[in-house]
């Protein structure tokens, strides 16, 4: 049966951390085994740095500045990796960096979101092709493939919708009953026009999901720079703790919220063929992982805490004396699907229907101009959202304890507040 090893950025970001990988996949006998990988380290950022030199016509040094940089890092990594040049995935590299220049030059007049997926996707392309490279040369028989031509999408780039069928068709079709390790980018996918398409910022861990659900797959592993799922970031909650066993829900739950760790899609297609989900440390593959499964009875174990920084409260209220109803409400949400915002938190009233959103200021400001057409529009920014799954008595107090609480919702098993960024800690610690 298949198993689905995701790596991310971390995982292969330099030289080094790509040579940790071939144990990683040696120890692993089984095949089918699908390999799905992220771009290096932080490349998604710098390509979207170099996509916004790219549009602006005045800033055609800092494109060429931005473009070299990113040519070298990599270069960097094959050249330590590779001292035969007949494995050497140098010039194949080459090209797709050609290619991407391409791209930028071809798209620049084009709408950004179909831009971004043009050239943003070309990171875990680039990746990929030096990985499958690398497996190869160290003896571990690896086949690459172009997730474009697998991951089948609509054309609503940036966060594109999957067409199902055609993914299983040509998932089946390609991969099924392979004997060799099956080597793939996460995050991008194609249209049927041949169009790349990408499903969302840190989408790679869906991209699993999606191979593994098409394959009817034994387990997903997810390796990360944490041993696991823990109850808080461990980077900002300093007695944070890995939780051993948690259910699809309630991992969907706390993704959805925004704990940074999986995507919150990746559960969903698990759960439906009872797929398990192991969160495993790349750095320490023996210490003890965190499984996701239809197990729900540790999921209120422990109390769960996620933080939200960035965030803006808007408040919107009629212009006139009338109601907050139904009809105006839908008119608010429409604005928000039409913008793609998501609700963090949602608060109404008889006169007033107020939201806590992302600050994304280059769709929130047309939104606001928008509805300043009907509604009075108040909106405060720099704030952060802290969301407890499962909070015990007292907590939601003792966390809030020398802040100044703007908004508190709750419900049996969730409470949220939020507070100024400003009066908020660095490093935050769980209440007892
Ligand atoms: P990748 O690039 O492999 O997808 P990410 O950086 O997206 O990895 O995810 C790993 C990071 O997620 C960790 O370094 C950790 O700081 C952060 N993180 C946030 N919330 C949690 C949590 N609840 N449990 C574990 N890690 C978390
Ligand atoms: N490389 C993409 C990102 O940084 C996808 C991923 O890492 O999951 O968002
Ligand atoms: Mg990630």
Redesign the pocket.
Known sequence: MTTVF??????IKDADAIRHLTPLIEDHKDRPLVVVV?AMGKTTNKLETLLAAARDEHRSDDYRKCFEALQAEHREAIESLFDDAQDSPAERVDALFDELDAQHQKHRGAAYAKHYDQTVCYGELISTTIVAAWLNHQGTATDWHDARELVRTDACHQAANLDWPATAEAIGERLAGSDRVILTQGFIGGTAQGAATTLGR?G??FSAAIFAHCLDAREVV?????T?????????FDN?V?LERISYGEATE?AWHG????HPKTLGPLQEKAIPLT?RSFETPDAAPTVIDAERRFDADVP?C?LRENQVWLEVRPRDFAFMDEPRQHDILGHLVEAGLHANLVDSGAMRFAICLDDKPERLAPMIESLEGDYAVRHEDSLTLLTVRHPRQGMMDALGADRETLVERRNDTTAQRLFRSRDCPETWHIPD
């Open positions: 995701k790596f991310g950025g971390a995982s992220s840190e790679s861990d997810i390796w990360k720079d944490v696991g799922l823990y109850n808080a970031d461990p980077r900002r944070a890995q706390l704990a940074k760790v999986i969160v769960c996620i």
